[in-house]
């Protein structure tokens, strides 16, 4: 239990960390805390028979049914063989199925099955179990300050990329 100051309130048993960061630590910083969150989602979707990255295919069919494979690689931004693999497998676990499209037979989609849609309750709540411990003790501005600079960041790279800069010659 936390102390008490006069006014009554508790004081927070944690530290805020004072480091001046700088942009150079933004890379590591968001890669090491993307990793973390994917590493604790699979963990939290293990019971449920689900890998790493099989939750944004079911996620997306959830949305849209009756996807392409290259339009799924193309939402998830994979390439289009490792889509193919995970279709596979997710077939074979009973998640998805495959059927020709009904107009234009060359075409196939990817459906999900019972199964799949059940599991997207269990992907829901690992997701929502795991952004609690993500933000534990941030405020509610926090959170969507946070998310609002996420999705800066995510747009800023989604446009065409900028040259590498050529190191000054003397």
């Known amino acids: 239990m936390g102390k008490k100051h006069k006014d009554g309130k508790k004081s927070k048993s944690k530290k805020k960390d004072q480091t001046e960061y700088t942009l150079v630590d933004l890379s590591p910083a968001l890669t090491q805390a993307a990793r973390s969150m994917r590493t604790v989602l699979s963990r939290n979707l293990f019971e449920s028979g689900l890998y790493a990255g099989q939750d944004g295919v079911i996620l997306s069919l959830a949305e849209s049914d009756g996807m392409t494979a290259g339009g799924l690689a193309q939402k998830l931004g994979v390439k289009a063989p490792t889509m193919t693999r995970t279709i596979g497998r997710m077939e074979a676990q009973g998640f998805l199925e495959r059927k020709p499209d009904a107009e234009d037979a060359r ?48 747009a ?15």
């Open 107 to 154: 075409l196939t989609k990817v459906y999900l099955t019972a199964l799949g849609r059940d599991s997207v309750r269990a992907i829901e709540m690992a997701a929502a179990a795991c952004d609690r411990l993500a933000t534990l003790e941030f405020s509610e501005k926090e959170i969507r300050n946070l998310v609002r600079l996420l999705k800066a960041i995510d």
């Open 156 to 170: 800023n790279l989604q446009a065409e990329a900028l040259p590498l800069e050529e190191p000054d010659e003397d």
